[in-house]
């Protein structure tokens, strides 16, 4: 996918909801996937981790939730979800749509 395609294709999802078709977490799943993605184990979820478990969960754009998830979670900015932030990436996920509230 070259570099302009995926620019486009960042842009639309939030306000299409063309990503969601994988939406069958709850919170526990959704925290214990993100945990999951933690590649190094130091209980931090960097950009590029967050990227793959967005790719699993069924984004098409994956960076472009890395990007926004941080944003949303990452409360003392230092560019990582740690355990405490994870609560509000878990948020994040729901409320942009891979999850279904039980
Ligand atoms: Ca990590
Ligand atoms: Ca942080």
């Keep these: 996918m070259g ?18 078709k994988i939406s069958k977490f709850n919170d526990d799943q959704l925290r214990n ?11 931090k979820l960097s950009r590029e981790e967050l990227k ?3 790719e699993f969960l069924g984004s ?5 939730r890395a990007d926004r998830g941080l944003h949303h979670a ?22 942009v749509g891979f999850t279904v509230i039980a």
Excluded: W
């Design 52 to 54: 793959k478990a967005f």
């Design 33 to 43: 996937i993100f945990k999951k993605y933690d590649a190094n184990n130091d209980n």
């Design 74 to 95: 990452d409360a003392n900015k230092d560019g990582y979800v740690n355990e405490e932030e994870m609560d509000e990436l878990v948020k994040y996920a729901e409320r």
């Design 3 to 20: 570099l302009l395609f995926s620019k486009i294709l960042s842009l639309p999802e939030d306000q299409l909801g063309i990503s969601y």
């Design 60 to 64: 098409i754009t994956p960076g472009f």
